[in-house]
């Protein structure tokens, strides 16, 4: 059971004896809700954890990054931008922590999304109005969209090499 439980993509290992001479192995897989740092999968509990002979998902997992440890924080802000940009018909395709805090996420498989370290719900909050008053209207044409500033945003176009910011 011991050698069982080392195999990362178990989740649970039950050993029991049955009359007279065998014992039986119930194995339970983990449940990989997202990609995790390129090389392994997120479970439910935010644990990352080493693929093992996983079959193919009905639905792309989501591509989750960050430190070490921060699975579990990684996890409930991707489940709060879920909500939040549903009602937009967003899709958060990947999600980002960097080491210093920064946030960054990318939608529908196209636009990324800068939010930064601090004051994160406003600017979430500025992105979610612009992206219904124009942008979403735009958005095969948007490379990213930074929110870093105090009352704006600034808009970087595919084919572009300057930013457009917008009030």
């Known amino acids: 059971r011991r050698e069982a439980r ?9 050993v029991s004896r049955e009359w007279p001479d065998a014992l039986r192995f119930e194995l339970f897989e983990q449940e ?5 740092n390129d090389d392994k999968l997120l479970n439910t509990h935010g644990k ?21 440890g921060s ?11 879920v909500r939040r940009l549903g009602t937009l018909d967003l899709q958060v395709t990947q999600l980002r922590l960097e080491n210093r805090g920064a946030w960054r996420f990318q939608v529908n498989d196209g636009v990324w999304v800068i939010l930064g370290r601090a004051d994160l719900e406003p600017r979430l909050a500025r992105f979610t109005a612009a992206w219904q008053r124009q942008l979403g209207a735009q958005a095969s044409q948007i490379r990213y969209i ?13 084919g572009e090499t300057e930013t457009q910011a917008t009030e």
């Open 6 to 14: 080392d195999i990362e993509w178990l989740s649970e290992v039950k």
């Open 71 to 81: 699975g579990p924080e990684v996890l409930a802000y991707l489940d709060s931008l």
């Open 48 to 68: 990352p954890f080493s693929p093992g002979p996983v079959e193919a998902f009905d639905e792309p997992l989501p591509d989750l990054a960050g430190p070490k």
């Open 146 to 158: 930074d929110l870093r500033y105090p009352n704006g945003v600034a808009v970087a176009w595919h």
């Open 32 to 36: 990989p809700v997202a990609h995790w």
